[in-house]
């Protein structure tokens, strides 16, 4: 992938999930609106449910109220802030540091053994969401 390309989606994916937890955070209680399709039609949560009010949880301070809702939302809590400084830090500095980091962490998940612990955590953290009844 290039570098504008993948700094474009990165950005965009950034964006568009500051977009919705604005969104969340100020105006989803009076709409009740929900995004898990996958909820609304299974009745069970997805291994991310959570995550939004995780993130909520982690921006007012509660750490670990907010792992314990989701521990995605601190993941992804932490690349929505991280993701757009590093890029910005690239482009003044004309240098390529989050492509390079970005392909480096690519061949290291691309490892089966490492793939497979990622698909085993997600799985567990799905049961746990059901267990909680999320």
């Known amino acids: 992938m290039s570098k504008n390309k993948l700094y474009s989606i990165a950005l965009l994916a950034c964006l568009l999930g500051l977009v919705y937890l604005f969104y969340s955070l100020h105006f989803s209680e009076s709409t009740h609106f929900k995004l898990c399709i996958f909820k609304d039609l299974t009745g069970y949560p997805c291994p991310s449910c959570g995550t939004t ?8 301070g509660s750490i670990l109220a ?3 809702m989701n521990p995605f939302g601190i993941l992804v809590a932490t690349i929505m802030i991280v993701i757009p400084i590093w890029i910005l830090y690239d482009l003044v500095t004309k240098k390529e540091t989050f492509l390079i980091n ?3 962490t690519e061949h290291i998940i691309n490892r ?19 267990k909680k009844g999320l």
């Open 53 to 60: 009010r995780a993130i909520h949880l982690f921006l007012k």
């Open 66 to 68: 907010s792992f314990l």
């Open 102 to 104: 970005y392909k480096k």
């Open 112 to 130: 089966k053994w490492i793939a497979f612990l990622l698909i085993v955590l997600v799985v567990l953290n799905w049961i746990w969401n059901i």
